[in-house]
């Protein structure tokens, strides 16, 4: 039985890959961001709008990142880990 309209799903993209590779690594917080970003993109956000979003988002994944790498160096200095 074939169900009429109903398209077969378009492949997946590298670039679509390394987004999804990169979202997973945001804490749950940037995660909603993001999506937020990138829904509002999507459903024709202006490029006011999009630009200041996205100069807020950056400037949340730099300090994610920030923390991220603060939180290795630490583990690594407990550890004794110096191969970072």
């Known amino acids: 039985m074939k169900i009429s309209g ?7 993209t590298g670039q679509e890959r ?3 590779a990169a979202f997973r690594k945001l804490d749950p917080v940037l995660q909603a961001r993001a999506a937020g970003f990138v829904f ?3 459903a024709g956000g202006g490029t006011e709008e999009g630009a200041a979003l ?4 950056s400037s949340d994944l730099a300090a994610a990142e920030a923390r991220r790498r603060t939180a290795e160096n630490q583990r690594q200095q407990q ?3 110096t191969s970072a």
């Open 6 to 12: 109903v398209s077969a799903p378009m492949p997946v």
């Open 40 to 42: 509002g993109l999507a």
């Open 18 to 20: 390394d987004l999804l």
């Open 54 to 57: 996205g100069a807020e988002l």
């Open 79 to 81: 550890t004794g880990d």
